[in-house]
């Protein structure tokens, strides 16, 4: 009952600072601070919920699912991939069809 409890905590809030932000202005907190954000790739609009899920559930799978420090070892590497590509496309992005770019503009929801 209580691992129960504290995997449907942290993966709540895994949601609320990450995936709410990322769907509804592109931006989380960290990335607000550095002047960067996510985009669909291939609209370059914001990302839809499901985008912005895919894009942070591997790491939260891996941190959760792996035992002691290596879920958040491979999490770790899995989110600075994009060091190791030459396109400089991380797996997360990869993963999820979105980009990382600067925030010189503000991009809208397209209409469905």
């Known amino acids: 009952g209580f691992l129960i409890v504290v995997v449907t905590s942290l993966f709540l809030v895994f949601n609320l600072y990450f ?23 291939e609209t370059g609009q914001l990302p839809s919920w499901r985008r912005a899920s895919m894009r942070y ?3 939260v799978v891996l ?8 879920g958040l070892m491979v999490a770790l ?3 600075i991939s994009w060091l190791l590509i030459d396109t400089r496309i ?6 999820a069809r ?12 397209s209409p469905q």
């Open 19 to 41: 995936v709410l932000p990322t769907a509804r202005t592109g931006q989380t907190l960290g990335k607000r601070l550095v002047h960067i954000m996510v985009v669909d790739a």
């Open 57 to 59: 559930i591997v790491p």
């Open 63 to 70: 941190i959760i699912g792996l035992p002691g420090s290596l």
């Open 77 to 79: 590497l899995f989110g």
């Open 90 to 95: 991380g797996l997360m992005d990869r993963l």
């Open 98 to 109: 979105t980009r990382v770019v600067v925030a010189r503009y503000r991009p809208e929801r």
